[in-house]
């Protein structure tokens, strides 16, 4: 070890991610971990600590992918391998900025050109090779890179197709995300590839909390005499993964606990049959872990807690810790279902247990249930809709997301150009090839001026700012057509959340408007906002449209590059002018033609209901420059796929 790391034995508490680890450490099928959690409750000081207790890797010593010499990967692009030398499992982390080079690694262009060979340079793919993957982050990591990183880590392989180059080296690696759920959330189909996920968060209970001071203090003042304390419980730790990693094969899993992991997966309402496989495979490793020959109900137990909350089907305002009820339920509903199958006597006698500092095994008791769960959401609207994506025309820079368009790093690559990010090597030689022998070109090797270089150009999605303008008053109130109203937001704030953006709601009733939530990423705070909105009164439209205007203002100052959709809810009767006297739709209009000139991107909803239709929304869509949507079909979704409802000025 170059530096004396924290040790794990020395780690106090977060009992559920120091299990997670080890588990993940015997048996690297179950998937990774996701450790979600606040800042500062040292989530990557225990993962580091884990990395240190991975035996040591034989390598081929030549092989920039990590071959293990008496095994290596027939398709290696360093093959044929010559000598071994032997080193620490690494611990490799992705920052959350990186590209897609830096992940699955790039075209050395230079060698390339001028030695008229293709030369590989391996990524962070290649360098995590039977070791640890750790991306701090995870939820704020590009989707395209996600998505990358998960099909690697579910295939143990890396693929790279780059202009034309095609390559492909093992890459398995234990995968560990960190993620604070305040900064926005994994997308539910990203969460369900993750093996396991554990919540962790300071301890409240005060011995506890002077513990950790007391430790930390001491680790800091003197790193190495610390480790050094800790060395032979660190060294035993490293011992039994190793046991536990040959013991793993000969761990039997008997029937009635297979039974009762597909009884506790389903009554727990998860998709498909994954979540089954990665509680049994996690079960496993817990019996071997211990020292057990055979999968107990113990382990299914400490396995489905690790590897279900996750997975349960939910909308996305739901808060994870809420289904800890639901998985009792689920766990003591197949207790039931198994208890008239054959009484196994305990196939574990006490002789193997750990010792009681590091078991991970320990059941610990359900959490407390959280009272106020259900209560919150007394309030909430109607059950909201899938909403069809509103995106905004063009191309922006803005931040990762999943709304509109984007030139981005991380995106597929579209064409070759003279800005961009990577080097586009076809389009490159292609643009010098034409000047070879003006140039006076010798032997195979390009000459190569700078103005020939060409840069790729990268699409992905950018996410955006959501502004919404609802009209709350008394028209709108009639008929029940508030309700239609707010399911309908909350659908559009659901979908904004699950595109990363930034949303803001501006609330028009009464004599003014209220910008009841300035731009924000949380949308839990823009349903609370919702959920609270009283309806009546008149309708001051044009304030509403002007308060919106400056709030776009203010937010183009502070956040240049991300472009902002205008999202108008109304049935357009205007009651109040924007000064004493005026025509109130006159005066709306006018405010609608200054944001059309501001270029901002609008979507008109037009909540206009019953027999006659005054057709109001329809003036004001054309004022604001925008795409008018009836209220009602933007609910039918289904079918619908993409609309491009908003046109940028
Ligand atoms: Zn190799």
Redesign the pocket.
Known sequence: MPEAGYPFSAVVGHDDLRTALLLNAVHPGIGGVLVRGEKGTAKSTVVRALAALLPAIAV?AD?R?S?DPDA??PR?P??P?AGRTERPARLVELPVGAGEDRLVGSLDLERALREGVRAFQPGLLAAAHRGVLYVDEVNLLHDHLVDLLLDAAAMGRAHIEREGVSVSHASAFLLVGTMNPEEGELRPQLLDRFGLTVEVRAARDVDTRAEVIRRRLAYEADPVGFAGAWADADAELAARIVAARAALPGVALPDAELRRIAAVCAAFDVDGMRADLVVARTAAAHAAWRGGDRVTEADVEVAARLALPHRRRRDPFDEPGLDDKQLDQALRDAAEAEGDGEPEPDPDPPASAPTPDDSPQETKAPPAPQGDGDGKRAGAPDAAFKARRLEIAGVGEGAPGRRSRARSGGGRTLRAASRGTGVHLVGTVTAAAPHQRARGRHGTALELRPDDVRRTVREGRESNLVLFVVDASGSMAARKRMTAVTGAVVSLLRDAYQRRDKVGLVTLRGSGATLALPPTSSVEAAVARLRDLRTGGRTPLADGLLTARRTLAAERLRDPRRRALLVLVTDGRATVPARPGGDPLADAERAAALLAGDGVAAVVVDCEGGPVRLGLADRLTTAIGGTGVRLADLSADAVAGVVRAARAA
Request: contains cysteine; proline residues 10%; glycine residues 0%.
């Open positions: 081929a092989c992918f071959c290596p990967d290696c360093d093959a391998h």
